[in-house]
């Protein structure tokens, strides 16, 4: 018979999944095992937790009560198996990770054959979109987010602050001219980021106060990589993350605009983990990771050029 804790595990994945058969792959149990077992644990409750329908599975109120219970005192056996765990194993184990496409790429793929090196017990599985996605649901340990959060059930860590940087590419400034205020954007086409709510009004701060500029221009995408591109052949204005421009910034294929205006707001870059995650070793060591390769934002004087080699990060020695 299986005990509370496992009930209360299956009963999690079947609710986050939605079906029977997503959460039996997810256990290593058959779909009708599953069944069976929420169908035990209702007759035991004497409660019905879940409704079936030919499609998909709803819960019910008391469903919903009983989900909110179970994540946290899952989380509060992981985290207390995590400290036990952690005074005598080294990180192992498998590490899911969602990542948006220009981190994953551009500042994650060149260190990540270092981490695998000191910790070679540890896998890792990447989903890369640049879609908001469900921590939970989707059964992540690590998802990378910029901007402000709203996931207040998730634990926040801040890996660093990225302003973002309106900028040019020499041949364009020396075509269109270059804007000496905020105001002039509106006479130059500027490339715009779409996926992000109000993309196509800039903020400023002049004189303490703010001021917002509408923008227009030929292209508007959902890339970073692709308007990174054409900023640098010159198509538009661009004003996107440090992180994505600081290393044309520094080869002199792109130059900063309105340097003398401030950015009113704040963008930092967050590793998001599920409540009790945090404890795990793999979980750790890989937040520390980011922290040293990430959170000196090596964008800004070109350091993440380097392999890694001479990188004082240590193996975690337990």
């Known amino acids: 018979m299986a005990s509370s804790a496992t009930e209360m595990a299956i009963f999690q994945r079947v609710a986050e999944r939605g079906t029977f058969a997503g959460a039996a792959d997810d256990v290593g149990l058959s779909p009708s095992a599953v069944a ?75 260190v990540l054959p270092e981490f695998l090196a000191l910790y070679p017990q540890i896998t890792l ?25 709203n996931d207040s059930a998730l634990v926040a860590r801040k890996i660093v602050d990225l302003p973002r940087i309106v900028c040019a590419s020499p041949d364009y400034i020396a075509r269109r001219g ?55 052949e010159g198509v538009g204005i661009l004003r996107l993350s440090e992180h994505v421009v600081g290393e044309a910034i520094q080869k002199g294929q792109l130059l900063p605009l309105l340097q003398d205006v401030g950015d009113p707001e704040r963008y930092p870059l967050w590793a998001l983990l599920p409540p ?33 080699r001479n990188s004082k990060h240590q193996p975690t020695r337990n």
């Not at 079936?52 to 919903?64: H, N, V």
């Not at 640049?130 to 402000?148: A, K, P, T, Y």
């Not at 979980?283 to 000196?296: K, M």
């Open 36 to 110: 069976k077992l929420i169908t035990r644990l209702e007759a035991r409750l004497g409660v019905r937790l879940i409704n079936r329908t030919t499609r998909r599975l709803a819960l019910t109120a008391e469903g919903g009560i009983y989900l909110d219970h179970a994540r946290e005192i899952l989380a509060a056996i992981e985290s207390a198996e995590a400290d036990i765990a952690s005074a005598r194993l080294a990180p192992r184990g498998h590490l899911r990770v969602h990542a948006f496409p220009f981190i994953a790429v551009r500042h994650l793929a060149p």
């Open 125 to 149: 599985d990447f989903m890369i979109t640049n879609r908001i996605v469900d921590v939970v649901g989707e059964n992540l340990d690590v998802s990378l987010r910029m901007g402000q959060l």
């Open 178 to 232: 270059r804007p000496v205020q905020p105001a002039d954007l509106t006479q130059h086409p500027c490339l715009i980021l779409s996926r992000n709510p109000g993309a196509a009004t800039w903020p400023f701060e002049v004189g303490g106060k703010l001021m917002q500029v509408e923008v227009k221009g030929p292209v508007s995408a959902d890339s970073t990589a692709m308007l990174l591109g054409l900023a640098i």
């Open 276 to 308: 009790g995650r945090n404890q795990a070793p793999k979980v750790r060591v890989f937040l520390d990771f980011l922290l040293e390769r990430l959170g000196s934002a090596p964008w800004r004087t070109g350091s993440e050029a380097s392999d890694g």
